[in-house]
Structure formats: structure tokens, C-alpha cells
């Protein structure tokens, strides 16, 4: 069974730095999209950042040149360092694998969606 594992998060003051990694594991074959989505209670989850299999990286305007995402596909890791915290950085962060495909005894399957059970990340002084 598929599971993604995510670590790191926690409490920051504003200007301050925090790393999220994020593991998934099990059958899997492959995975397209891997990244980072945040919520705060009363809105949608919104993208942060996603690296595709080809290392094509997308990042929300709000944190651009201030996150980084990475990828170690041999690994199925993805983290996400994140400098110059702001108090509107403070949410729940997901970890995604989008398009992932997972081995099966006789065959690839077809591609799903999975989520990590979120870790917190809170910025204030």
C-alpha cells in the first residue's frame, strides 16, 4: 500500500527557516508530480510547490524566492526548505504525489493521486 510520510514542520518566528521532507513508499512504479500543498482552516488547499518527473518545478507567486523544492526520484523523496517564513506561511502543509503508478504482480497500474496526513507549520513571534 502506497504511503506518503512526511516530517519536519513545527514553530518559527518571522524571517525563520523550516524543512519539510516527505517519503512515499510502497509498490510504486512511478510518480509524475510530487510536491507541497498548504491549508489554513476556512479556505481551499492551495498549491505551494510541485517538481515533475522531469524536474519541472512550479511554485506559488506567494513563496517564490523564498522556497525551495527538491526531489530525489530514486528515493521517492520530496522536500521543501522554506526561508523568510512569514506569519502567512502558518498552515498545514501536505505532502502529493500526483500520477503515481504502482507495480502489481502481472502489470503497471493506472495512475492515482495520494496525500500525506499533513504536518503543521506555524510562523509567529
Known amino acids: 500500500q502506497v504511503q506518503l510520510v512526511e516530517s519536519g514542520g513545527g514553530f518559527s518566528q518571522p524571517g525563520g527557516s523550516l524543512r519539510l521532507s516527505c517519503v512515499a513508499s510502497?509498490?510504486?512504479?512511478?510518480?509524475?508530480?510530487l510536491g507541497w500543498y498548504r491549508q489554513v482552516p476556512g479556505k481551499q488547499r492551495e498549491l505551494v510547490a510541485t517538481?515533475?518527473?522531469?524536474?519541472?518545478?512550479k511554485y506559488a507567486d506567494s513563496v517564490k524566492d523564498r522556497f525551495t523544492i527538491s526531489r530525489d526520484s530514486r528515493k521517492n523523496t520530496v522536500t521543501l526548505q522554506m526561508n523568510s517564513l512569514k506569519a502567512e506561511d502558518t498552515a498545514v502543509y501536505y505532502c502529493?504525489?500526483?500520477?503515481?503508478?504502482?507495480?502489481?504482480?502481472?502489470?503497471?497500474?493506472?495512475?492515482?493521486?495520494?496525500w500525506g496526513q499533513g504536518t503543521q507549520v506555524t510562523v509567529s513571534s
Open positions: 502529493y504525489a500526483g500520477g503515481l503508478r504502482q507495480r502489481q504482480p502481472t502489470s503497471i497500474s493506472g495512475e492515482s493521486d495520494y
Open positions: 510502497g509498490p510504486i512504479f512511478s510518480i509524475n508530480y
Open positions: 517538481v515533475t518527473s522531469g524536474m519541472n518545478i
